[in-house]
């Protein structure tokens, strides 16, 4: 499995938006979900969007729901998490994984080298 190559990340004011990208060859099989990680300085790393791709389902950690939307285009093996209304606590370096367990956050698969996003008030 490839390692997952993140873009799109950048400066922007609160209430803002962005909307990220992962180049990542998820798995033929659809076994394992697809997801979206974020770690802001002196934090874990914690899990932000989930996709299931053989069912379309989606899970969003409670603190982006309604303001984030993952998303996928199979045709270019690209993974996509749009954010909007963003705020300052959003602030993080995003990563995206393409073999996380489906019902946690457990990545199985690499980790790329992410992209920072940054909000300020």
């Known amino acids: 499995q490839a390692q997952p190559v993140e873009s799109g990340g950048g400066s922007v004011q609160a209430g803002g938006s962005l909307t990220l990208s992962c180049a990542a060859s998820?798995?033929?099989?659809?076994?394992?979900?697809m997801a979206w990680f974020r770690q802001a300085p002196g934090k874990e790393r914690e899990g932000v969007a989930r996709l299931n791709p053989l069912r379309g389902s989606t899970y969003y950690t409670d603190s982006v729901k309604g303001r984030f939307s993952i998303s996928q285009d199979n045709a270019k093996n690209t993974l996509y998490l749009q954010m909007n209304s963003l705020k300052v606590e959003d602030t993080a370096k995003y990563y995206c994984?393409?073999?996380?367990?489906?019902?946690?956050?457990?990545?199985?698969?690499?980790w790329g080298q992410g992209t920072q996003v940054t909000v300020s008030s």
């Open positions: 994984a393409a073999a996380v367990s489906c019902g946690s956050w457990r990545n199985i698969g690499l």
């Open positions: 998820g798995n033929a099989e659809s076994r394992y979900c």
